[in-house]
């Protein structure tokens, strides 16, 4: 005759205080806590704020860890317009862009 091997009752409750606790994180990483409220863009002259947020794909509401800081640079600088480009985040939920744009030699 085989036994039923039981799991002690701790395992069963550290189980659950973990699952709890990871499923609190995602949502407080989720959460609209978290969401960029503000996005503040330094530096620009010929461009609006609204065009620098098209170019760079910028879609609100945005969970401040969703920003890819370095893909929306490249994305920035791969515009004609701008010569240099650098966005990071300022927490706890605001988005800052520094644009340095091209001088046009002719139109």
Request: some cysteine; overall charge positive; proline content about 5%.
């Amino acid at each position: 005759m085989r036994m039923k091997r039981k799991f002690p009752r701790r395992y069963i409750v550290k189980g659950r205080l973990l699952f709890l606790l990871l499923a609190g994180i995602i949502s407080f990483l989720n959460s609209p806590i978290l969401a960029v409220s503000s996005i503040v863009v330094q530096g620009q002259t010929g461009l609006t704020k609204d065009q620098i947020c098209q170019i760079a794909g910028i879609k609100e509401p945005i969970n401040i860890f969703a920003v890819k800081t370095d893909y929306l640079q490249k994305r920035l600088e791969s515009d004609l317009r701008i010569e240099k480009a650098a966005v990071r985040r300022s927490f706890p939920n605001m988005l800052v862009i520094e644009v340095k744009e091209r001088k046009p030699i002719a139109t």
